[in-house]
Each structure stands twice: as C-alpha cells, then as structure tokens.
C-alpha cells in the first residue's frame, strides 16, 4: 500500500469510501475503492470498484448499492490521484 483516503459517502451517515494506490509482483500502481461502516471494523469492508473486486476476496459492494459514482468514492480517489 503506497497511499490511502477515506471520504464519507454522501447519501448514508456511516459509511466510508476508502481508496487505496496499491502495487504487487508483477502489477503496477493501481487505485482501488472500498466501502466500510466502520473504519475500525475490517468485518464491515466491501469492494466497490473493478480493481478492488478483482485483486481482493471482499464482497460486491454493488449488492448493497455502494457505487465509485459516489461523490465520497470520487473525493477518496481523486485524494489518492486515482
């Protein structure tokens, strides 16, 4: 993990969007987005983005209508220049 950001999502009172720049054997920087309750309860983390649903084991954050359209997940990106 190379950088991080939380942003409050903007239509529910305690949740988080967490964006990530990230690297791993044989991947270049990448940003992910996740989404949590409670940032001090890892139980509580889902995926949102591509990136994130696709280098972690976290659930879809989709089901639960969690979106990177999110002005929370956008401000957490854009925190992280993803």
Do not use: H
Not at 23 to 49: E, H, K, R, Y
Request: aromatic letters at 8%.
């Amino acid at each position: 993990m190379k950088e991080s950001q939380a942003g409050r999502a903007s239509d529910r009172k305690n949740a988080y969007y967490v964006a990530v720049k990230f690297s791993a054997t044989g991947i270049d920087d990448q940003t992910g987005v996740w989404v949590a309750n409670d940032l001090s309860d890892p139980a509580t983390i889902m995926a949102v983005d591509g990136t994130v649903k696709e280098f972690s084991d976290y659930p879809d954050g989709s089901a639960q209508d969690f979106s990177v359209t999110d002005g929370g997940a956008k401000q957490a990106r854009a925190c992280v220049g993803g």
